[in-house]
């Protein structure tokens, strides 16, 4: 939601990246408030998990140019488990399964560690036993979830499930949920949506990133951008995606390129 | 090296062999075994089976058996004990320790030397008769020490759940121990067996083991091997199984310890519908090495084998694998898979993994594959992103990568021992902080 006295919580200023030598993100702006939630959408190739993944420090990634502000610090400087502990969390496209660690044992650590980060009061196995299954019960999740190895054999609305557990156990500033509705059929997306509108509030922002308008209809967006050629190419409401989703991509390409002869 | 000297080498080590026993064809396999040593030389990376395995340092000490063992206090030996255990056979340096031992009803679980009149034909059916000594002077050593050993003797349709816990105490710096057993599992039987392999001191003495497992029909053997011998030991150890008409034997085998080890493990699947699986994991670090040969032999239709060997290796450790599968001509519907994972840790770190096939069957499914690598950089991401710092993330990861093998054990108290040992290591590996499991 939109909240007139907010602060900028995130700020994206001309930021080019590359992978192997070859540039993905060019120039990218964006601004996120407190409060809301913006959708980043765009075809395949545009940009939107580099992005992703450059703001939580995928080493894979190189910054070339421009900066990031999150909270007014730079956030480029920072390592990955730095950002974490400041409050920067990504929902991964593909969680990755660690055979032979139990969930709780992963859950637990990566919680105390982000709250010994934070100057706040770790939780003992038994606490946080209690604590993680209040979650829980926020996205349906069965308590067997504690016992299996983290992400392993879990379906693929399963693995979403558990990162947005993730997100609830982290309490993050900036959520990025990279291609969360992916793989997920339409109780999952119930679930995991309505896990994520749970965890909004006032004082943190949540920005998708998803190929699809599907989503949407379940986490209603502020702000819509379009993503081609790794920057964003068009801002609109949520009414944006809907006329996404009826026309496909390739007219803003094709508006673009006649804004573009039209100013010259 | 010189074949002169090593042979020498293994004439020394046979001095102070243990007494004649009273059966004639016992001592006979002894003194065949005695003759076979004596045309064996110490093998050099010449060989192919020990190409990448270099026992030169193990030439230039010398090691002797104990004649008696030296007395342990009840809570020595506890350290190590599995309380679970339905029975237990100590051996201190190779000698068995009655008072640390104890069995249990219905079971045979006793010393070797003093049973072996008891139980003669079934003994003397599969003693020496699976783990053959042609080829290798190491079986063919323990072979002429035969005295002191385990012996288990399951009942037909006998079902323990409880493990059988056998452990083996090196207390002398160049001792040299022969530990032995021989498992008889009878038709419809189950049972699990502990081998534990433990050092009082980190000193150097030779360990060289020989395991004999016979599995009639339908018997279910879920074999445990932890090797936690001091860094500075020598461990060899050969193991030979046999699988009846659809049998069924797990094998787990952990190697911590010893400066070199050795492990060859061999399964006959010598009856149709018979089942194997071969679980390995060697953690090891500095100047370790440890080698392990598995010989899987389909040689009856429809087996089943399964096996995943792991490495974790640090330092300028060498771990060696060398996993041979054959599927004999009328072993069909033979299914097979084979996986060889190798991590390394360091830039100094090396493996040499060799899957080997040999199919002469025509109607069977066989899978193999071989990894080696570093840490997974979105792995390492992942839990970075989650706020572990880059170390407790590569900790996390390596302990996991081992606990896949570890968490296999069918006895918690050693799972958990051991998942404690793989921390330990994994956190020594790295500097600064390990993660709080």
Not at chain 2, 51 to 55: P, Y
């Given at each position: 939601m939109i909240y007139q006295d907010s602060k900028t919580l995130l700020a994206v200023r001309g930021l080019h990246a590359t992978v192997n030598g070859i540039e993905i993100l060019k120039g990218m702006d964006l601004t996120v408030r407190s409060g809301e939630v913006h959708a980043i959408m765009g075809p395949n190739g545009s940009g939107k998990s580099t992005f992703a993944k450059v703001l939580a420090g995928h080493p894979a990634y190189e910054v070339s140019g421009g900066e990031v502000l999150f909270e007014g610090g730079k956030l480029l400087e920072l390592k990955p488990e730095e950002r974490a502990r400041a409050g920067v969390f990504l929902g991964f496209q593909y969680p990755i399964e660690i055979p032979g660690v139990a969930n709780s044992q992963f859950l637990r650590l990566a919680y105390n560690t982000v709250q010994a980060g934070r100057g706040k009061d770790e939780l003992d196995p038994l606490e946080f036993d209690d604590f993680v299954r209040e979650k829980m019960k926020l996205l349906e999740m069965n308590p067997d979830f504690l016992d299996r190895s983290v992400n392993e054999g879990f379906s693929g609305g399963e693995k979403k499930r558990n990162e947005i557990l993730q997100m609830a156990l982290l309490e993050p500033k900036l959520a990025i949920l990279d291609e969360t509705d992916s793989g997920l059929d339409i109780d999952a997306l119930r679930i995991v949506a309505g896990g994520v509108n749970a965890l909004a509030n006032r004082d943190n922002a949540i920005v998708l990133v998803t190929h699809y308008q599907r989503l949407l209809n379940y986490i209603v967006p502020d702000y819509v951008h379009v993503m081609d050629s790794g920057r964003i190419v068009k801002t609109g409401g949520k009414e944006l995606a809907l006329e996404l989703e009826a026309r496909g991509y390739d007219w803003v390409g094709a508006e673009l390129k006649a804004g573009v002869r039209a100013s010259t | 090296m010189n074949t002169a000297s090593t042979a020498g080498y293994l004439d020394r080590l046979l001095q102070g062999r243990p007494p004649a026993s009273s059966l004639p064809w016992l001592n006979q396999l002894r003194a065949n075994a005695v003759d076979r040593v004596g045309a064996l030389t110490v093998p050099t990376t010449r060989d192919e089976d020990w190409?990448?395995?270099?026992?030169s340092p193990l030439t230039k000490l010398s090691f002797q058996p104990a004649q008696r063992a030296p007395q342990l206090a009840p809570a020595t030996v506890d350290r190590w004990a599995v309380p679970e255990a339905a029975a237990r056979l100590v051996f201190i340096d190779g000698i068995y320790a009655p008072r640390h031992s104890f069995n249990h009803a219905g079971l045979t679980a006793e010393n070797l030397a003093s049973n072996t009149i008891g139980h003669g034909a079934g003994v003397q059916a599969h003693l020496g008769r699976h783990a053959g000594f042609e080829h290798n002077a190491f079986t063919a050593l323990n072979t002429a020490f035969l005295h002191d050993g385990a012996l288990i003797v399951v009942p037909r349709d006998m079902t323990l759940a409880a493990p059988v816990h056998l452990l083996f105490i090196a207390t002398r710096k160049h001792g040299a121990s022969y530990p032995r057993c021989l498992v008889i599992a009878e038709s419809g039987s189950a049972v699990t067996v502990v081998e534990d392999f433990v050092a009082l001191d980190n000193e150097a003495y030779l360990t060289n083991a020989v395991t004999e497992m016979a599995l009639a029909g339908n018997a279910q053997v879920r074999h445990v091997r932890v090797q936690r011998d001091s860094t500075e030991a020598f461990h060899f150890a050969d193991c030979a199984v046999s699988l009846a008409r659809a049998s069924r034997y797990h094998s787990i085998s952990v190697a911590l310890g010893a400066r070199i080890s050795r492990h060859n493990l061999r399964a006959l699947l010598a009856a149709e519908g018979a089942e194997c699986t071969i679980d390995g994991l060697a953690l090891i670090g500095g100047r370790q090495l440890a080698d392990t040969h598995t010989l899987i032999d389909h040689a009856m239709p429809q087996g089943v084998s399964r096996q995943l060997h792991k490495c974790i290796v640090d330092g300028a450790a060498r771990a060696v694998f060398n996993g041979n599968i054959m599927v004999r001509a009328g072993a069909q519907r033979t299914d097979s898979s084979q996986s060889s994972r190798n991590l390394l840790l360091s830039g100094k770190a090396r493996v040499d993994t060799k899957p080997q096939l040999e199919i002469f069957a025509d109607d069977v499914k066989c899978a193999h594959g071989a990894t080696v690598g570093q840490l997974d950089v979105d792995e390492v991401f992942y839990l970075k992103s989650r706020g572990l710092s880059d170390t407790a993330a590569r900790n996390l990861l390596t302990y996991a990568f081992g606990a896949e093998v570890i968490e296999r054990i069918p006895v918690a108290s050693l799972r958990s021992r051991l998942e404690e040992a793989v921390l330990a290591r994994t956190q020594t590996a790295a500097t600064g902080t390990a993660p709080q499991l």
């Open positions: - | 190409r990448f395995t270099d026992i």
